[in-house]
Structures are given as C-alpha cells and as structure tokens.
C-alpha cells in the first residue's frame, strides 16, 4: 500500500499546459456516453470508486428534506435549498477527472483525493481563511459546492464498505455475485443509476438544469492541498463540461438498460433504497448528520474536528479541539471507463454548451443548438400505446390514506387486533420515515384506526389528521435518530393482563454509531389515544437490525400469542445468516419494563448471506394442539463446495424455507424445501392457512425472482424474475397443487401475499402482490411499476394445477389476472401498488389495505394505501 504518486499529476499537468492545441481540440471531444454504457470496472484495494452521478445527486437531494442547521442568521439549509446548482455540481464533482474522456484519465488521482477528508480539510481551511462573515451569494455557493462534494465522499464509502462491513456493494456481490465484489462493483454503479431514472421522477433534477463550479476557489483548494498546482482552468472547465454533458446523456438514454441491470442482480432491485448500510435512504441520513459536522468546521474551524481519513467518521464538536488521524494509504489503479457510442444516439459535444466563465465562476446549461438535438428523443416521440393482457375488471381503491412528507414511508407495515374492545378490529400503520415537527428529527411514527361497525373511517385523508392515536418514536440526539421505527409492528399480550400490547420494530437503532443494533419497543395503553413504553428488547451484534421482521402467535401452546423476531442481516456467527428470537408472553412480566430474551429461543442460519428469518409465517392449529412455524431464506445458495464457500459454480439465490413444529416445550425440526433456480428467492413471503376446504391446511410459499416460461400467440417468451406462488398442503410438502405465476419481467409476483377468509365463508382465501409489475407488456420505458394486486377466493372454485398458462381467450400465457377473482389497482407510474397488505374485519365490513410504497399522492415517495371494500 503506497501512496498515490502525486509527482505524476505534476507531471501530467505540465503536460497539458505545454499542448495549448490540445486545449483546443478539446473542444470537439465526442463524448461517448451510454446506451450500453458500463460506468467503470478495476480491481481495487482501497481506492475510492463511485456510485452513479444521477445516484449521488438524489442522495443529496433527499438530504436536503427537513435538513436544519442554524448558526445565528446564516441557515445552511436555506442556502443549500438556494444555491442547488451548486450543490448538484458538487454531489458529482469528484468523479470529474475519473474518465478516459477527461484527457485520458492522466487526472485520475486528483478525483481519488477529492474522495477523502483530506481535500475536506483543505477547502474549510480556504474558506475560513478567505471568506468571513457576512458571505456573499458567490461565497455561499462555494459552502453548497463543498458540501455537495462531502455528500458524495460520504455515500461512497458506505456504498463501497470502504473502512466498514456490510456496504452495500458487499452485501450484493454475497447475493448476486459468488462474493466477488469487482463484479458487483462494475454492475452496481452503472445499475444504481439504471434504477433511479426507471424507478422514481427525478423532475426535481431538470435534465437540462444549470451547474455552477466555482473554478478559481476549486483551483485554490487543489492548491491548498498540494502546495502547487497539479491542474489548470482549461482542465477544469473541460472535464466539468463533459460531467455535465455525462448527466444529460444518463438522464436521456440509460434508463432503457433497466432489464439488463435488474437481471443480473435482483438485490438491486430490491435493496436500492431500503438496504441498512449503504442503501439511498441510509446514505442520505448520512449525508445530513456530516452535514452538521462540516458546518461546525465552517464555523468554528477544522481544529475542532476529527481527521478521520474516511468521511465516515468525520466528527466536529464546538466544545473542544479535535484529533488529526494519519492518512490512510491507498493503494493506486487506474480506472476504466466504457462508454457507447454518443455520436450514433446523441451527437452531442462541449460545444453544445452554453457555458459562461466568468471571474472564476462556470455557468453550465444546454444551448439552443443542443435543445433542438434533443427535442425528438425528449418530447418527439410518439407514445407507444400499452398493451395489457386480459384480467377481470380492475378495481381502484374506493379511499386512500396519504401523509404530507416526503419519504414517509407510510404503510410500511400494518398490525391488526381489536384493540378497543368493541368487535370491530383495528389497524396500526407503520411509518419510519415519519418526520417529528417538534424536533425536526425522522424519528418514525406508528398511527393506530379504529374499526366501526361499517368499517374504517370512509374518507381520503393525510392519515395524521384522522388516525385515533399516534406514537412518535423516541425522540433524542443519540442512537434512535433515523432508527426506522415503524419497520415492523405487530400486537400481542405480553402479560396475560388482557391489555393488549403493541411491538414495534425499530432496525437501525444504533445507526449513528456504526451499530445498526436494532431495537423493538413495546407499548401498552394507557388509554385509547395514549401509549406508554413498556420496555425495549435488544440487541448487542453490530449489524444485528432487531426488529426487521415481527409477528406473534402462539408458539408453546399456552393459549397467548408470543412476539416472533427476525433480522435476516444478523451475522450469526458469520455474515448475514440471519437469527429468529422469541418472546413468550408470560404473566411473569406484569409491572416489569424489562424485556430479556430467552436463549433457548433462538434459531440461527447457517450460511453467509443466506438471509434466514427474511419471511417469517405461524399459525396454532388447536385442533392438532399444535403450531406450525415456517422461516424463510431466500438468500441460499446450492453450493458447490463442501465448506459451502463461495465458488463460481453455485448457484446463487435460489432460496430455502425451514418448517418447525412447535409443540409446549420443544421444537421439532420439519421439512427443508429449497429452490432450484438461479434468484428464483424461494421463501421471500409465505402465509399458512386453508384454501381448499375448512379443514385441509395448506402452505402458501412465494419465489418473487422465479423465472417463468410464457407466450404470445405463437412466441415463447421467457419473463425473466416474474414471480411464482406455490401452494403445497401441509400433508405433502413435496409436491405443490397449483402454482401461480407472474406475467411480467420482474413483476415480483408474490414479493406480498396474505391467507385469511375475507368472504366469511369459513375458508381462507389469497391476496397476491405483485408490486414492481409494469402495466405495458412490452416493457417500455413509460409508465413503470404501477404494481397489481390480485384476490382467488379459496374453495371448490380456487385455482388448482399450474391453471395460469390454462389462458383460453387470450392469446397471452401467463394469465394469473384471468384465474383472479378480482384484481386491483392504483393508476400512479412507479408506485409500486401491492408492496404490503393488511385485511381490516369489522361487524359489517372487511377492507383489504393496499401500500403503494412509492406513491407521490402526499409527498415525493411518501407511499400511500388504498383501502378496498372485500
């Protein structure tokens, strides 16, 4: 491990400074941006590599949501909010000099410096030096500038594990790519990218929006830092030039590679935003809270920070000086990077710019020239009109429940119980991206709906103004902030006092020391509109995320429902195995506030990032005087090796379920199902209930990855990551008696699936989900994942065999809409309609809640749930 050879920057720098016409020629460099466009692929120690400038930019832009930070009359939020030019610029800046279209790459390791706290030390340095109190508008778009650029340095190393375990990187080479991390690295730069502009509206970021650069004070700080010059204007301008045209050129074309990214790594897909360490909501909580440190620096100076090399751990306190950390050494490789053709799709170049230097400041946007090039793949295009295959009439929700906060998260999780004591049941909604007004903080929320007679409340409405009581997740400064409280709920009798308490999963607790503990918190009422904490179980593993999953039933035969926890990260000896604990409601607890685990209620996985515990599934059948209790895995791979260490010959994702029979002391081991098929995800959701008849049990297993085999007419087609449902009776696990299968290309058919009788006809019945299902059947870009949710009612009439290629009159196979009893949906792009369920019975009414977690009916991303009368 060496340092980087600054002596060549040098060297390269007088280089170009020597080649006055190659400055000029500069000016018609083609820049080859993507169609097939893989962003940048090297074998790697320690270097910085990059996630996706369209990535880094909606990280930053999430941050700015409910970001406050205030020193007497300068609001850092405010000039944040008002210099986003800046800010956008900056978020992307130090991957400038990265590409072989930057003069060849001979600049690449001033953007590696620009990754790391060093460069962060030079640029305060500068500017508390050379710009005091009151700024100036040219001042303030310098702070936006830099702290654009610590965004990225942040979002960085927790995507690339840089210093840490568990990125996001990490974590999906594990999954998707024998645990080789260069693989995972090439695909998930390009990908991240890919699924931002396929998945959300990213209208906030004008394709053609200015950029500024502050060249003369970026100049300075490379300066500062190398204590000469290693680049010049015309390099700076240049390359930021062709970043920004990088930008258009993503923001035009690269969305349309979405089937090749979402193929290759379904973890992707799935974990983007979601994923604990290094996913975008956790990158841009990580944002703010640097935020705040490189604000005290601004402020107080870097004397009173920690020089951690790595962002991370960059820490600033105003009571007191801070400590210098020595450099980390890095150890140097060029980076590669492949671009398609631009001249066949774009035809675009530098010139195409309208872009003004002026006193050291570069204004960048689109030209008229360039605007008119544009127009046809932007605005010409004729819409191509959807083709749908035949269904049932599709029904839309008759209310919906919104929240007015962006990222919300509303619906993210639902319990159900007749907490009132009325006969009517009501519904906890979960809620972990809930922003507190009082402390500004996100901090999660659950909101608590009763049932009437007819039913829940009959309006749509923000759920904050009609919800019967609500409650706030802790409120302080330390390891709850950003803890996703509201993740997981569900509702059981902790004490046998006949008070029903409610248990709320809190995953990332512990994420603003690195932990990621996890948490679940315990509640009981005080009176119908109050809850109090009644205590908290946790967990001491780093990584552990306590609380992803939650359920209750009764698991030792004792009459009382028992709490059910699981956290598929959890090491478990080893790397993202997984653990399932259990608390047993006992009598024992009543007036105690501590809640401790027992040991012997522990169920382990056994192979790394195998996720056990992903999908939990109970239920007591009193009958039989006996619990059957599934966990899923969908993680497992069949292994090549005997030591199941990682080879390229596995194959990876297919899936597992573990079957226990749970009697009142013991826990006997059953069948072990596994799948057969590369990320077919078998065990991603399962439910246990009876479909056929009153009597006949039967286990509902879901594969959301499944490949599945289908036509058109006369053409096969393969629909690739559709999703399938299996339905075994619990007599025979080896042999399913029907299967559903998706008919759309990652669908996630079955990602959500729910037993429960909602006809009252005393046999359960299915509700499907299928919450990335694009509506177009030849996938085009337009209107993505609206997301479908389908209802069979179970007895004589439910589908039996692989019934969904039985498509008579249609000439579509699969046809699992035609075999539904009813379909639903929501008509919003991208709302992923389908992504949670719940069933509401109350005397007169049973309602089916719907979450559509990517709705912008309230706020941008802030879900919403349609509520359907069953």
């Known amino acids: 491990m060496v340092y980087i050879n600054h002596n060549l920057i040098i060297m390269a720098f007088m280089v170009v400074k020597a080649r006055s016409s190659m400055r000029m020629a500069s000016r018609n460099f083609i820049v080859q941006l993507f169609v097939i466009f893989i962003s940048l692929c090297w074998i790697h120690d320690y270097t910085t590599e990059a996630c996706g400038g369209v990535t880094h930019i909606e990280i930053s832009y999430r941050a700015l949501n409910n970001y406050q930070d205030i020193y007497g009359n300068v609001s850092y939020n405010t000039i944040l909010n008002q210099n986003q030019d800046a800010l956008e610029a900056g978020s992307v800046f130090p991957d400038t000099f990265y590409p072989d279209i930057c003069y060849k790459g001979i600049f690449h390791g001033v953007s590696e410096d620009t990754h790391w706290i060093p460069f962060i030390n030079a640029s305060v340095n500068y500017f508390i030096k050379n710009f005091p109190k009151p700024w100036s508008q040219k001042t303030q778009k310098l702070a936006a500038f830099i702290m654009g650029i610590m965004s990225h340095q942040v979002a960085d190393v927790s995507w690339h594990a840089l210093g840490i375990d568990q990125g996001f990187l990490q974590a999906m080479a594990g999954i998707n790519y024998h645990g080789s991390f260069p693989s995972a690295h090439s695909d998930g730069d390009l990908g991240g990218d890919v699924l931002n502009l396929y998945q959300l509206d990213l209208s906030y970021s004008d394709l053609l929006g200015d950029w500024y650069v502050p060249t003369t004070d970026v100049l300075n700080i490379f300066r500062e830092y190398y204590g000469q010059d290693v680049i010049n204007e015309t390099v700076l301008t240049t390359c930021s030039k062709l970043m920004y045209l990088v930008k258009i050129g993503e923001k035009v074309f690269i969305k349309k590679l979405f089937p090749n990214s979402a193929k290759k790594s379904p973890f992707l897909v799935d974990e983007l935003y979601d994923y604990f360490l290094g996913g975008i909501k956790d990158m841009s909580t990580w ?375 749970l009697t009142s002391n013991q826990i006997i081991p059953g069948p072990v199902l596994t799948g057969q098929q590369q990320f077919q995800m078998l065990g991603s959701q399962m439910a246990i209930g009876r479909l056929l008849d009153s009597t006949t049990g039967t286990l509902v297993i879901a594969a959301s990855g499944q490949d599945v085999k289908g036509s058109s007419g006369h053409d096969l087609l393969d629909i690739d990551q559709a999703g399938a449902v299996y339905i075994y009776k619990l007599t025979d696990l080896k042999n399913p008696i029907t299967v559903l299968s998706g008919d759309r290309k990652f669908g996630r058919f079955g990602a959500t699936i729910k037993v429960l009788d909602v006809n009252s006809d005393g046999i359960d019945d299915l509700i499907v989900g299928a919450p990335l299902r694009t509506e177009d059947i030849t996938e085009e870009i337009t209107g993505a994942q609206q997301g479908r949710v389908y209802v069979y009612l179970g007895g004589a009439n439910f589908p039996l065999s692989n019934t969904t290629s039985d498509c008579a009159f249609t000439n579509m196979e699969t046809c699992f809409g035609l075999k539904a009893d009813r379909e639903l949906s929501f008509n919003e792009d991208m709302a992923r309609f389908g992504s949670r369920l719940s069933v509401v019975k109350c005397k007169t009414k049973t309602q089916l809640l719907v979450t559509a977690e990517h709705s912008a009916k309230g706020g941008r991303l802030a879900g919403a749930i349609g509520v359907f009368d069953l």
């Open 287 to 661: 944002t703010q809270r640097l935020w705040k440190h490189l604000t005290i620096a601004f402020e107080y100076g870097i004397k009173t920070c920690n020089m951690n090399h790595s962002s991370l751990f960059f820490r600033c306190n105003n009571t007191h000086n801070g400590t210098t950390t020595a450099r980390t050494k890095k150890k140097y490789f060029p980076k590669h990077w492949y671009y398609s053709k631009l001249l066949k799709l774009m035809n675009i170049t530098i010139d195409d710019l309208d872009a003004k230097l002026h006193n050291g400041e570069l204004y960048l946007k689109p030209s008229a020239q360039l605007l008119k090039k544009l127009n046809y793949e932007l605005y010409g295009q004729t819409k191509k009109s959807h083709l749908k295959n035949k269904s049932v009439s599709e029904e839309t929700p008759k209310f919906l429940y919104t929240l007015k906060q962006d990222y919300a998260d509303l619906g993210n999780a639902y319990a159900v119980a007749d907490l009132n004591g009325d006969g009517n049941e009501d519904v906890v909604v979960g809620c972990p991206g809930y922003v507190d007004v009082n402390s500004n903080q996100r901090t999660g929320a659950i909101f608590i709906l009763y049932g009437t007679d007819e039913g829940l409340k009959n309006s749509t409405s923000d759920i904050s103004s009609i919800a019967d009581a609500k409650i706030i997740g802790p409120v302080s400064q330390d390891a709850t902030e950003n803890s996703k409280f509201g993740s997981s709920i569900t509702i059981f009798d902790l004490d046998a006092d006949g008070q029903l308490e409610i248990a709320v999963g809190a995953p990332s607790f512990g994420s603003v020391n690195l932990t990621y503990f996890g948490r679940v918190n315990v509640y009981t009422p005080v009176n119908q509109k109050n809850y109090t904490l009644r205590g908290t179980i946790d967990c001491q593993d780093v990584y552990c995320t306590l609380g992803t999953n939650i359920i209750s039933e009764d698991i030792n035969n004792d009459g009382l429902n028992d709490l059910i926890i699981s956290s598929p990260y959890a090491p478990a000896g080893g790397a993202q195995r997984g653990i399932v604990v259990a608390l047993l409601a006992d009598r024992q607890y009543l007036g105690k506030t501590s809640l401790k685990l027992s040991a012997k209620n522990y169920l382990l996985g056994t192979q790394n990032y195998s996720w056990f515990g992903y999908s939990l599934a109970a239920k007591r059948f009193s009958d039989i005087n006996e619990t059957l209790f599934v966990v899923g895995a969908p993680g497992t791979r069949k292994c090549a090796k005997a030591d199941c260490s990682f080879d390229p010959a596995d194959v990876q994702a297919i899936g597992q379920i573990n079957v226990y029979y």
